[in-house]
């Protein structure tokens, strides 16, 4: 059955280290989207991809990078000049034309 | 700069009654409006919508209300239920591009 998948779902990596968080959906959206949701401020923007090999910077894109070789893929790698990576990362699609917009279960990255 | 501003971080309404949840926003430019509802350590799922064209939009027991010149949406939960407990996020979107949240609001459903 169709959906999107995000994996791991509980991560835990070394300070300075990079890592990658992976989102796949069988949608056939076109359109994906990375959120970082931290206690008390709602779900943030990261990146978001409208068409594959095209993506846009969010509102607090420093510190993370983003790939969009295929539709179904859009993995989202937190590097080591992101100064508090520790937090719920969600991932979501949408078909072009529709606003709906339908999330992953979230990946929960400490960094120690 | 939060366009989309929800001031209440949590509510709490006894079940069987109304529940009724805030949003603001400042963004004239956004023509879309969804709520969604989240549990702990899951993925939001979409609630209802509203498109701006549209004052009232009901499904079931849910009905989402706007008010464009006070840029103001709400959403209504009648009658409530434990199963409504949970945090419900606000969003909007300027012609089907990216969606902005608000803060959220936990609801909890007293029985």
């Known amino acids: 059955d169709g959906g999107i998948t995000q994996s791991p779902k509980y991560l835990f990596r070394k300070e300075g280290q990079n890592v990658t968080l992976s989102c796949e959906q069988n949608?056939?959206?076109?359109?994906m989207y990375w959120y970082r949701q931290d206690p008390g401020q709602g779900l943030r923007l990261i990146y978001y991809?409208?068409?594959?090999?095209?993506?846009q910077k969010g509102d607090i894109a420093e510190g993370y990078s983003v790939s969009r070789e295929k539709k179904e893929s859009f993995p989202l790698t937190v590097t080591s000049a992101q100064k508090n990576p520790t937090a719920f990362y969600l991932c979501?699609?949408?078909?072009?034309?529709?606003?709906?917009?339908?999330f992953g279960q979230g990946t929960r990255l400490t960094v120690v | 700069d939060q366009q989309v501003k929800q001031n209440s971080p949590s509510l709490s309404v006894q079940e069987g009654r109304i529940s009724i949840l805030n949003c603001d926003y400042t963004?004239?430019?956004?023509?879309?409006f969804l709520w969604y509802k989240k549990y702990p350590a899951e993925g939001p799922t979409f609630l209802i919508s509203?498109?701006?064209?549209?004052d009232k939009n009901e499904d079931g027991r849910f009905t989402v209300f706007l008010n464009k010149s006070a840029k103001h949406l709400s959403l209504h939960i009648v009658p409530s239920q434990p199963g409504d407990s949970a945090v419900y996020f606000c969003?909007?979107?300027?012609?089907?591009?990216?969606?902005?949240f608000g803060q959220g609001t936990r609801l909890t459903i007293n029985p």
């Open positions: 979501a699609s949408s078909m072009r034309a529709s606003t709906e917009a339908f």
């Open positions: 949608l056939n959206h076109d359109a």
């Open positions: 991809s409208q068409i594959v090999n095209d993506f």
């Open positions: 963004n004239s430019m956004f023509d879309y």
């Open positions: 509203i498109s701006s064209i549209k």
């Open positions: 969003a909007a979107t300027p012609g089907a591009q990216k969606l902005v």
